[in-house]
């Protein structure tokens, strides 16, 4: 309540000034369109002084005869000026505008009721040339002369009782020939707009100043010191790039607009006790509504914080409770908020967390059945190799060599497969196995196997599983069902990863059966028998991840395709990890 009320006692005292300055932009905006017109108008003007001097029935009419009153051609052209002048007038510029033009020839051309004997027309071309704007009109030779306030000939011959903010051109600009003047007049009522403006008060005033800031109409209520106080300022804000509302003298707020095709600038003074006045009873107000609203909102924010630290407290409690172990401290929140779905999320967070460690505790589990049966299976290939080494010597000194070289390559084959302390092994040492593998292949079926390795030299001292090609080499020579069975073997890098591909161009599998082991393949936790490819899918995502595996794609009639993904890593470093891994395990058990 102290800081809220502080606030509001700092409002109401600086309130002034924020809608003071909020009075002054909306009148700065308000001028600006009045600005914004002003310069519509003058370009319209503009482009009204253009059509007429472009046109060259108007400019025929100039060079043509002066007896429209007796010649018809002649009176043809007069008609068709009198119409152009007046259709451009009616088009472009308010209907109480005048366009006149200055007849060198001694005649006078309006759109307004002009004299037709010769003799007023002299008397009017004689009151048009005592005025000061038509010599200056002539002087420039073609270039507009804007001139406010006009109060002259033209002026009383509309009949009206408000000056007039005029446009003059010369028609031709041949100093030594007669010259052709081009007169626009508009009303000040449709210039200049001021008395309509809703922020316009009896009490409120403006000057205009011409593009050499000269004082060329409206009215001041500055004396004529303050008034040349008052340009000076608006000529050094102008070089300096300044506001201009930022002016401010005795006690007016004065507010500057420039309209840029005639570089005139409009000044409108305003008294600072009107603004002042408008200013108290809106601050009053804005106080009041202030202090109702903050009533109100008090209420509100009381009711929610209790409503919304209620179910936070829950929340901390459930995640204290999680942080001591107890990994089934599921949170109860109603309703439909955000910390309804903050609980949500909380207590699916303990589902995963729970389903995480019990496939961790499963995974560790099989890890321990696959050692368990590592050492079982131990026993059956030393027998196996104590056995066929006694064979192979009595093969030997019998002269069976082929039998001889049969048993040499598969005891190579069983002193890999004894190797139980080293589950990485280099891509080189698992093509040597392979090789043997394969010459043992090659004798069983009459050298119908052929074999091709295509393995880059810097690749072969990366680390592999063991076991990993011969169960996939041996699946294409039962499933191909083709001889002679052509066998490729290929290795690449992807990025991080060693890709092995095992090509061969046997039978192929059908669709349906090769979308039964892409889905065999892709199962968590699969369990499956022996060494099979479903195994040494299972042992890869087992030390690495899900990401790392087997793909299989196949032709049916065509071949069969299968890539192993690997990651791209030493034996040593493998063995290493493994090595922690092992050690943490017995520690934890």
Same mark, same amino acid.
């Given at each position: 309540?102290?800081?809220?009320?502080?606030?509001?006692? $700092?409002?109401?005292?600086?309130?002034?000034?924020?809608?003071?300055?909020?009075?002054?932009?909306?009148?700065?905006?308000?001028?600006?369109?009045?600005?914004?017109?002003?310069?519509?108008?003058?370009?319209?003007?503009?482009?009204?002084?253009?059509?007429?001097?472009?046109?060259?029935?108007?400019?025929?009419?100039?060079?043509?005869?002066?007896?429209?009153?007796?010649?018809?051609?002649?009176?043809?052209?007069?008609?068709?000026?009198?119409?152009?002048?007046?259709?451009?007038?009616?088009?472009?510029?308010?209907?109480?505008?005048?366009?006149?033009?200055?007849?060198?020839?001694?005649?006078?051309?309006?759109?307004?009721?002009?004299?037709?004997?010769?003799? #007023?027309?002299?008397?009017?071309?004689?009151?048009?040339?005592?005025? /000061?704007?038509? &010599?200056?009109?002539?002087?420039?030779?073609?270039?507009?002369?804007?001139?406010?306030?006009?109060?002259?000939? *033209?002026? #009383?011959?509309?009949?009206?009782?408000?000056?007039?903010?005029?446009?003059?051109?010369?028609?031709?600009?041949?100093?030594?020939?007669?010259?052709?003047?081009?007169?626009?007049?508009?009303?000040?009522?449709?210039?200049?707009?001021?008395?309509?403006?809703?922020?316009?008060?009896?009490?409120?005033?403006?000057?205009?100043?011409?593009?050499?800031?000269?004082?060329?109409?409206?009215?001041?209520?500055?004396?004529?010191?303050?008034?040349?106080?008052?340009?000076?300022?608006?000529? +050094?804000?102008?070089?300096?790039?300044?506001?201009?509302?930022?002016?401010?003298?005795?006690?007016?707020?004065? $507010?500057?607009?420039?309209?840029?095709?005639?570089?005139?600038?409009?000044?409108? =003074?305003?008294?600072?006790?009107?603004?002042?006045?408008?200013?108290?009873?809106?601050?009053?107000?804005?106080?009041?509504?202030?202090?109702?609203?903050?009533?109100?909102?008090?209420?509100?924010?009381?009711?929610? !914080?209790?409503?919304?630290? %209620?179910?936070? %407290?829950?929340?901390?409690?459930?995640?204290?409770?999680?942080?001591?172990?107890?990994?089934?401290?599921?949170?109860?929140?109603?309703? %439909?908020?955000?910390?309804?779905? +903050?609980?949500?999320?909380?207590?699916?967070?303990?589902?995963?967390?729970?389903?995480?460690?019990?496939?961790?505790?499963?995974?560790?589990?099989? #890890?321990?059945?696959?050692?368990?049966?590592?050492?079982?299976?131990? @026993?059956?290939?030393?027998?196996?190799?104590?056995?066929?080494?006694?064979?192979?010597?009595?093969?030997?000194?019998?002269?069976?060599?082929?039998?001889?070289?049969?048993?040499?390559?598969?005891?190579?084959?069983?002193?890999?497969?004894?190797?139980?302390?080293?589950?990485?092994?280099?891509?080189?040492?698992?093509?040597?196995?392979?090789?043997?593998?394969?010459?043992?292949? #090659?004798?069983?079926?009459?050298?119908?196997?052929?074999?091709?390795?295509?393995?880059?030299?810097?690749?072969?001292?990366? /680390?592999?599983?063991?076991?990993?090609?011969?169960?996939?080499?041996?699946?294409? @020579?039962?499933?191909?069902?083709? !001889?002679?069975?052509?066998?490729?073997?290929?290795?690449?890098?992807?990025?991080? /990863?060693?890709?092995?591909?095992?090509?061969?161009?046997?039978?192929? *599998?059908?669709?349906?059966?090769?979308?039964?082991?892409?889905?065999?393949?892709?199962?968590?936790?699969?369990?499956? /028998?022996?060494?099979?490819?479903?195994?040494?899918?299972?042992?890869?995502? !087992?030390? =690495?991840?899900?990401?790392?595996?087997?793909?299989? %794609? $196949?032709?049916?009639? &065509?071949?069969?395709?299968?890539?192993?993904? +690997?990651?791209?890593?030493?034996?040593?470093?493998?063995?290493?990890?493994?090595?922690?891994?092992?050690?943490?395990?017995?520690?934890?058990?």
């Amino acid at each position: 309540m102290i800081p809220i009320t502080t606030i509001l006692y $700092s409002f109401y005292q600086s309130s002034g000034e924020v809608v003071k300055e909020e009075i002054q932009r909306s009148n700065q905006e308000a001028l600006h369109q009045i600005a914004i017109h002003m310069n519509d108008l003058a370009e319209r003007m503009l482009k009204a002084s253009n059509l007429i001097m472009n046109d060259p029935d108007f400019n025929q009419f100039l060079d043509a005869g002066t007896d429209w009153n007796t010649n018809y051609q002649d009176l043809r052209r007069y008609n068709i000026v009198q119409q152009r002048l007046s259709n451009v007038r009616d088009i472009l510029l308010d209907s109480g505008a005048v366009i006149a033009v200055i007849d060198g020839r001694g005649f006078v051309h309006t759109t307004l009721s002009e004299p037709n004997d010769q003799g #007023k027309q002299a008397q009017l071309l004689k009151q048009l040339e005592a005025e /000061s704007w038509l &010599e200056e009109t002539k002087v420039q030779h073609g270039w507009p002369v804007w001139k406010y306030p006009y109060e002259g000939a *033209i002026q #009383k011959l509309a009949g009206g009782n408000e000056s007039y903010f005029t446009l003059s051109r010369c028609i031709q600009g041949n100093p030594n020939e007669a010259a052709n003047v081009l007169f626009i007049g508009i009303p000040s009522s449709v210039f200049l707009p001021i008395k309509k403006q809703p922020w316009h008060t009896e009490h409120s005033s403006f000057m205009l100043l011409n593009e050499q800031n000269q004082l060329v109409g409206g009215e001041t209520p500055l004396t004529l010191e303050e008034t040349d106080d008052l340009i000076k300022q608006v000529i +050094l804000k102008q070089r300096v790039g300044a506001a201009e509302s930022e002016i401010s003298i005795r006690d007016y707020a004065i $507010s500057v607009e420039q309209f840029p095709r005639l570089g005139w600038k409009l000044v409108q =003074f305003t008294p600072q006790t009107e603004l002042w006045n408008q200013l108290g009873g809106i601050r009053n107000q804005s106080v009041l509504w202030l202090f109702g609203w903050f009533l109100l909102f008090t209420v509100v924010f009381i009711y929610f !914080m209790i409503r919304l630290t %209620k179910p936070l %407290k829950q929340l901390v409690s459930s995640m204290n409770r999680l942080g001591s172990g107890d990994f089934h401290s599921y949170v109860t929140i109603e309703g %439909k908020d955000e910390f309804t779905i +903050l609980g949500n999320h909380f207590n699916h967070m303990l589902d995963r967390l729970q389903q995480l460690i019990m496939n961790l505790s499963e995974e560790q589990k099989r #890890k321990e059945e696959a050692k368990l049966q590592t050492l079982q299976a131990q @026993i059956n290939p030393h027998f196996l190799f104590n056995t066929l080494n006694s064979i192979k010597w009595m093969a030997m000194l019998s002269g069976a060599k082929h039998v001889s070289q049969m048993i040499t390559k598969l005891g190579k084959l069983l002193q890999y497969t004894m190797k139980v302390g080293e589950e990485f092994v280099t891509l080189e040492d698992e093509i040597t196995h392979l090789e043997s593998y394969l010459d043992l292949q #090659k004798i069983r079926f009459n050298d119908n196997i052929l074999i091709q390795f295509d393995i880059p030299t810097e690749l072969k001292h990366y /680390s592999v599983l063991k076991f990993i090609l011969q169960p996939i080499v041996e699946n294409s @020579i039962i499933h191909g069902q083709k !001889m002679p069975l052509n066998i490729e073997i290929c290795a690449s890098l992807e990025g991080d /990863s060693l890709l092995i591909k095992v090509k061969d161009n046997g039978h192929g *599998i059908s669709e349906e059966r090769l979308e039964e082991l892409r889905t065999q393949l892709s199962q968590d936790h699969a369990r499956y /028998s022996g060494i099979g490819i479903y195994n040494v899918n299972e042992r890869i995502k !087992m030390h =690495f991840s899900r990401a790392y595996g087997i793909e299989m %794609k $196949s032709l049916h009639g &065509e071949g069969t395709v299968v890539t192993v993904k +690997l990651p791209l890593q030493s034996v040593q470093a493998a063995n290493s990890v493994q090595g922690r891994v092992d050690k943490e395990t017995s520690r934890n058990d």
